[in-house]
């Protein structure tokens, strides 16, 4: 996991080289690392808000969107929390930084998630099943 890091690492910094020279030489601007952050981390960051409000409004409209939505989150925050918990790793010498011991934290989560999915159906599926059978229970002792 090391090397996929220090890969990455060395990807984004040729994309941050490219693109302070292009401002620099094509743009003929003048700006400092600190302007180049801001207006790249503003513009990412503005985008993606808003692909995730439109996705976000799109989802929240489908069945259990909430319960979507609450995934989608929590499985973000989970990945953040993995990957800092493995370069936690690296850095204090305790513990080995794998990539795979991320990947297996991640399914930790998502076998949980279906637990939890799993017992909310049976759960919303009795309760539709009772609630059907005290409907015609009622209809029937109404009529008689």
């Known amino acids: 996991m090391k090397e996929i890091i220090i890969k990455l690492t060395e990807i984004l910094n040729n994309i941050h080289d490219i ?16 302007d180049l952050h801001f207006w790249i981390m503003g513009i990412i960051g503005i985008t993606a808000f808003i692909l995730v409000l439109i996705l976000s409004k799109l989802i929240s409209k489908m069945p259990f969107g909430i319960t979507i939505l609450s ?44 637990c939890f999915a799993l017992i909310s159906s049976i759960f919303l599926l009795t309760k539709k099943i009772l609630k059907t059978l005290f409907k015609n229970d009622s209809k029937k002792n109404i009529n008689i």
Do not use: P
């Not at 693109?19 to 600190?34: F, G, P, R």
């Open 19 to 34: 693109i302070q020279l292009y401002v620099s030489d094509k743009l003929n601007l003048e700006l400092s690392d600190k």
């Open 71 to 114: 995934f989608l989150y929590t499985f973000t925050f989970m990945v953040v929390l993995v990957f800092a918990i493995e370069i936690q790793q690296a850095i204090t010498n305790r513990g080995h930084m794998e990539f795979q011991d991320a990947v297996i934290g991640l399914w930790g989560f998502i076998v949980f998630f279906l």
